[in-house]
């Protein structure tokens, strides 16, 4: 059965994240400049240090950006007001039950979120990831579907990083240092794309899509690291959403779409299936039916094409999602079942 939060629990969300993504505008230090690169267009905060012209991404070129941009003056006029409604709003949200990031993976996501990892196209995906959709949706996640995972994973794509033209502001290694985190030791030397907290059992993991038979690793010149590459993930991330991070006043990230967050999961069950993962897997089929019913629910048409995408992908996709749904009877009549 599906649980909805109330009204107030919806409208406190939303309005938390359009605050957020006013304030994500409210700090500019030049004027915007849009730039065309390859078929997309792409705004920055085109600015002057000394004799040295910078440019700092801002974002995709939208309507709803473009909008905000017209209205920055004013939005950062209101932005100390603004900063205290967010902590009203998120106090709203604790009352009303939303599922809240812990303490130490909330500093560690609002750390990267601070240094520009989002803003440069990192996306949260996993557990962390999915907790989010409580406020996407509007529905309750129980515990047991979102159970509290130590490991954090941002994907991004190489060529965005690449064509962006931008860094983070922070190097990501001085990030991770200052919160006690190591960096682990790879296959290749000079690579690192995973760090862990000492003190903790943290673990955060950069990966990005592979589009060649192998999945080895690769480098994501924005973020300043490596990053594993992986099969089926650049379905994942493709025209990911923005989402507050209940942690604090709230934090600003981005998440992959509910509908292929859904479908991905019974791709990824399949492939973690046996020996140890064998537990991941069983959380994957629950994550992917929880969100399948909600979606078969309220957004048909949304599932239905991202279930249509995957299994035009080929072979390989739909034996995956085949073989997942063979344990998975009553979420597979819900798939037979959408629109056409």
């Known amino acids: 059965m599906i649980h909805h939060h109330s009204a107030a629990g919806t409208a406190a969300w939303t309005d938390l994240l359009r605050s957020l993504k006013d304030s994500a505008v409210s700090g500019l230090r030049g004027a915007p400049k849009l730039k065309t690169i390859g078929r997309k267009r792409y705004w920055y905060d085109h600015y002057r240090i000394g004799t040295e012209t910078v440019d700092r991404y801002i974002g995709e070129d939208t309507e709803e950006l473009r909008s905000r941009l017209e209205r920055q003056k004013p939005i950062a006029e209101a932005e100390k007001q603004a900063s205290r409604e967010r902590a009203r709003l ?25 240094a520009g990892v989002f803003r440069l196209g990192g996306t949260l995906v996993g557990t962390q990831a999915f907790r989010c959709y409580e406020g996407e949706l509007g529905v309750r996640i129980t515990f047991d579907q979102a159970a509290m995972t130590d490991d954090i994973d941002i994907a991004s794509f190489e060529r965005l990083s690449l064509v ?6 922070a190097p990501l290694a001085d990030v991770f240092s200052e919160l006690k ?63 507050p991070l209940l942690y604090r006043s709230g934090v600003l990230i981005q998440i ?42 309220e957004r048909p048409d949304d599932l239905a094409e991202a279930y249509e995408t995957a299994m035009e992908r080929g072979p390989a996709w739909r034996a995956r999602i085949a073989a997942s749904l063979q344990q998975m009877p009553e979420t597979r009549t819900l798939l037979e079942t959408l629109p056409s």
């Open 181 to 243: 985190f190591d960096p682990l030791p790879s296959t290749e030397k000079g690579q690192v794309w995973r760090w862990r907290q000492t003190d903790r059992r943290t673990l955060v993991e950069f990966l990005t899509p592979s589009f060649s038979d192998q999945e080895g690793l690769r480098e994501l010149p924005a973020l300043g690291v490596s990053a594993q590459s992986l099969h089926f993930l650049n379905y994942l991330i493709a025209e990911p959403l923005q989402a």
């Open 256 to 297: 992959p779409r509910p509908e292929r967050f859904a479908i991905h999961k019974l791709i990824v069950a399949d492939r973690r299936r046996g020996g140890a993962d064998a537990l991941k897997s069983r959380k994957d089929r629950a994550q992917a039916a929880f969100l399948i019913e909600v979606l078969h629910a």
């Open 90 to 114: 998120m106090r709203t949200l604790r009352a009303e039950g939303y599922l809240m990031a812990d303490a130490g993976s909330g500093q560690v996501i609002s750390a990267m979120a601070r």
């Open 164 to 169: 962006l033209q931008d860094s983070v502001d």
